[in-house]
């Protein structure tokens, strides 16, 4: 079995526009994976049809060798933040509980040891002192690091982040990038949306750089040039640059 999460020939279209164009890459497992690419070029669409949360035209995702269906429960996911619902009434504490589920049987409720792990999982991130508090009570930074949390009680082994660091605290973001590093450190799997350009060379061993197809993917330091930056972005590139913000 190869242990490799492969991508090949994926397409995504919506009401008849092509989103995205005969996409394919493939990595080895135990990476922490960036999805660069400007405004609009689908990164988060080709997220979200890996995870099989959107349909797709064309293409075949697979981790080592086996489809998503049989993986399912070994992925976490964690949204942007806009995609998320912070009225609804939960407490910190049971947002962290909900990442246990995945691995319940269907009439189990969670035990003392399932929420013994949910709180293990806030100390892992600093947000133990707020697990009473409502979810829509905390700063941005301070949800993204619960739902992180609750990815991380999901016990999984690969983690999709869609733009993690966006519009949270510097603290937030050091907590979060420390965390990823430490679940690629342990063998874990991370693909991360994200758009400072600034950060790429120090968070990610890998990149995947799309603008509605495949510009390019790979180790850093091969993706990772002006000549491909510039035709991703389509404007003058310098590596001191940070252009687009995307979705």
Known sequence: ?????????????????????????????????????????????????MLSLIP???????????PLKLVRKNIAYVPQRSNIDWDFPILVKDTVLLGTYPN??????????????????????????????QIGELSGGQQQRVFLARALAQKAEYFFLDEPFVGIDVSSEEVIIHILKDLRSDGKTVFVVHHDLSKVESYFDNLILINKELIGSGPVHHVFRPELMQKAYQSPFTMMGNLGVGV
């Open 1 to 49: 079995m190869r242990t490799t999460i492969d991508v090949t020939n994926l397409s995504i279209s919506y009401y008849g526009k092509e989103v995205l164009k005969d996409v394919s890459f493939s990595f080895q497992t135990g990476k922490l994976i960036g999805i660069l690419g400007p405004n609009g070029a689908g990164k988060s669409t080709l997220m979200k049809a």
């Open 104 to 133: 319940m049987g269907l009439f189990r409720r969670p035990n003392k040891e399932d929420k013994e792990w949910a709180l293990e999982c806030l100390q892992k991130v600093g947000m133990e002192a707020f697990q009473n508090n």
């Open 56 to 66: 797709r035209d064309t293409g075949e995702i697979n981790f080592a060798d086996q």
